[in-house]
C-alpha cells in the first residue's frame, strides 16, 4: 500500500496503463497517476481522453473505483463497484457529415478489438457520483450546433451498464444548471438509450417553480438523432407538472 502512495510509482503505473490502453484499442487516453487509496480503492488522477478527431471527450480530475473481478478488464468487460469522478468534463459530439457521436466511435474500438467470440464490450458499475461535473452535446449537422449544456453536475446513480452501443442507469438523484438559465434541483429516472430509442422511466424532474414526473419515450431509425425535430418520435405520459 506505501508503494503505491510514491508519486514516481503512481506515474509509472499510469504511464504502463496509458499505453495498454492505446496500443491495444487504438485510442487516445492518457491517465497521469494511478495509486491505491487505504481502503484498497483504485485511484486515477487526470484522466484525459481524446475522440478520432483529437479534440476532447473526457477529462476528469480524479476518478476513484473499487473494481470487482480484475480479469474481466483485459477481456473488455469491466465490472466496477463504485465510482465516485470529480471535476468531470464531457463533450459528446456528432461532427459535420457523420452520423455517430464521438462517444459511440470510441466504444467500437473497445469492441473491434476483442477476440472473435462475437462478445460486444460491456462496461458495468454498482454505484457512480460525480461532483463538479459539465457535459456538453453538439451536432455538427444542424443549424444550431450546440444542443446541451450543463454545468454544476451533481449525480447520485447505480446500475450503470454499457453494452455496446446500449446504456442503462438509474438516476437518483442529479442537479444540474442548464446554459439558457434553468436549474434543476433534481432529477430521478430509470434512463436508457439505444441506436432506436431513449427511454426516461419513473421521471422526476424538480425546479424551483415547477414539479414534473411522467414517463417519456423518444422513438426513432438508427442515425435519427441527426435530425431531431424531423425524425424522433416522442410519446409523453405525466402524472403531474
Known sequence: ??????????????????????????????????????????????????????????????????????????????????????????????????????????????????????????????NIAIKKGRYRFTNENLNYTKAVDYYNIDLDAESLVVDGDDIYINIDALSFDDFRGLKVSKLKTCFSITPREMNFQELVIQTKDSDIRGEILFSYDEGGLDDFENDVFINADFDRA
Open 1 to 126: 500500500m506505501v508503494l503505491f502512495s510514491i508519486p514516481s510509482v503512481q506515474t509509472f503505473l499510469g504511464k504502463k496503463a496509458t499505453n495498454y490502453l492505446n496500443k491495444t484499442y487504438d485510442v487516445g487516453i492518457d491517465i497521469e497517476r494511478i495509486g491505491l487509496t487505504y481502503s484498497g480503492n483504485v485511484d486515477l488522477q487526470n484522466v484525459f481522453v481524446k475522440d478520432h478527431h483529437q479534440d476532447t471527450l473526457l477529462y476528469a480530475n480524479g476518478i476513484e473505483t473499487s473494481i470487482l473481478n480484475i480479469n474481466e478488464i483485459s477481456k473488455g468487460n469491466p465490472k466496477l463497484g463504485k465510482v465516485f469522478i470529480e471535476d468531470l468534463t464531457f463533450n459528446m459530439k456528432i461532427y459535420k457529415d457523420e452520423y455517430s457521436d464521438n462517444l459511440m466511435t470510441l466504444i467500437r474500438k473497445f469492441d473491434s478489438k476483442k477476440e472473435p467470440s462475437g462478445e460486444k464490450f460491456v462496461l458495468t458499475t454498482e
